[in-house]
């Protein structure tokens, strides 16, 4: 992309204040002949042929189409732009090609051809691997100007990204975000509205594309499994892979824990050099492909062995004492966590300002990235130490009330049990128990609901299963899925174990049920703003809610004020 083409990183800053515009100021304005696309479909072995009025031709004969942009969404197509069509779960992409071809498309990337209408068409295997390719391509390989930073795992991606980007940054390296709670590019973040944390290659690739007009030198990526088995990261080149752990979850997409594992593993595969994922140096010394790896889980030695086989360094982290960077002390206290570490780069000590000891593995975690690409170490545990909190992760809720109210996006039956135990101590230390509001998504992991709720059942006073986001699925069903687990470890039906689908209900019925000293831990919404129901989604704010609540039942909402 030519610099005629693109506003200077400080033209931007200083003109634009959200995400879309610097998104859409950074989009390119030229349009691009097929040729390109043409080569890089067939260098991967992916084109099988082209259609053009009908008619089968050489994929040569549409080099010289020119497009103007990428769409897989033929509601979101200009004319002018490349519509790929992807045969999805609910709508088939290439039933659309009329659609797109009337609002002046100029071609589209197909898996098998529709002669019935008057578009050229490239004919390729895997359609939804293409688009990346595409996207790639359009914006100009974007992740091959910045040091990429792939976070996978569980549970954890969302606060070890946020502690990255703390850390890097004060080691002077501006950094974009893109995740489940916030996108970052330049000095602007904003809250992520969308219920996907890996969004599709051609939104990804759009918002990489404006770190680097804004000048980041470094993005941030968690990379869920989701996104790996979809191929939205497809083309991106990484440089460091950090895995945080792996448990049960998304098993409705990926059918067995082995495939959701194997998924996962997919990004250290990445970490290859090669040709579309050259060695870099971002931050003016190079960036060495690394893997960082929690070597306390036991998945670790599967993803140091492929990260290994990629050609890639491997740093691992965690309590055992084998690992490269470990926590040789923990020290827990009201104001967070006090870490003694030691680390290729000598002993350190660290003081947190997070709640939780699985925090502490978030931290090593970023401890470990600051040793694979040469940051100076003290200037990482600064950034680690201004950390204070992240958006629906572990949030507390004060209005004067006389038990507490934590917010959490526990949604996993991992990462539900890590929360209870931490919290358990908590709540007996103020001489009170555990009360559990939480449910499970519809259309989703169906395994996991009897787990949460045994797992609640055994560590909480009181269970209040409600609604997460029922989608289609009949919303009482998954209550009692979740309810039966908690059942099997002897909690019982209106007396320690409520079914109320309304959340903001349930939420009520937890507050007016909860004793002095309690802790009622709001789980599975976390920082989102919806809850998607069988016509969409509708707005929620589980902050607002909680406040709402505790305000009708005689509390002040000064002071639970942000």
Known sequence: MSGANRRTGADLRASRSTIAELIAAAEPTDAKPLGGLIERLEGERRLRGAREGGRAIGPAGLAAVEVRG?????????????????????????????????????????????????????????????????????????????????ITGTDGKTTTSFLAVAALEASGVPSGLVGTVETKIGAVREANREHATTPEAPVLQAAMRAMVAAGDRAAIVETTSHGLALERVAGIAYDVAIVTNLSHEHLDVHGTWEAYRDAKLGLFERLRPGPSNPTKAPTGGRWPKSAIVNLDDPSAGLFAGVAQEAGARVLTYGTDPAADVRATRVEEHAAGLRIALSAPSGDARLALRLSGRFNVHNALAVVALGEAIGLDPTTVRAGLESVDGVPGRMERVEAGQPFGVVIDYAHSPASLEKVLEWLAPVAAARGGELIAVFGSAGERDTAKRPMMGRIAGERCRLVVVTDEDPR???????????????????????????????????????????????????????????????????????????????????????????
Do not use: N
């Not at 589980?542 to 406040?547: C, D, G, I, K």
């Open 70 to 150: 990428v769409a897989f969404d033929s509601r979101q197509t200009r004319p002018g732009a490349l519509f790929v069509a992807i045969a999805g779960e609910h709508a088939d992409g290439h039933d659309f090609l009329p659609d797109v071809a009337r609002v002046g498309a100029a071609a589209a990337i197909v898996e098998w051809p529709v002669d019935t209408v008057d578009l050229a068409q490239l004919v390729v295997e895997e359609s939804q691997t293409a688009l990346a390719t595409a996207a790639a391509w359009w914006y100009s390989d974007p992740s091959r100007e910045l040091g990429i930073v792939g």
């Open 472 to 562: 289609g699925e009949d919303r009482e069903a998954i209550l009692d899925e979740i309810a039966a687990g908690a059942e099997e470890v002897g909690k019982r039906r209106d007396h320690d174990l409520i079914l109320i689908a309304d959340r903001g209900a349930a939420i009520e019925a937890a507050f007016e049920r909860a004793r002095p000293g309690d802790v009622v831990i709001l789980a599975g919404k976390g920082h989102e703003r919806s809850i998607i129901g069988p016509r969409g989604p509708s707005p929620w704010d589980e902050r607002e809610a909680a406040l709402g609540a505790l305000v009708a039942l005689g509390y002040s909402a000064a002071a639970g004020a942000r």
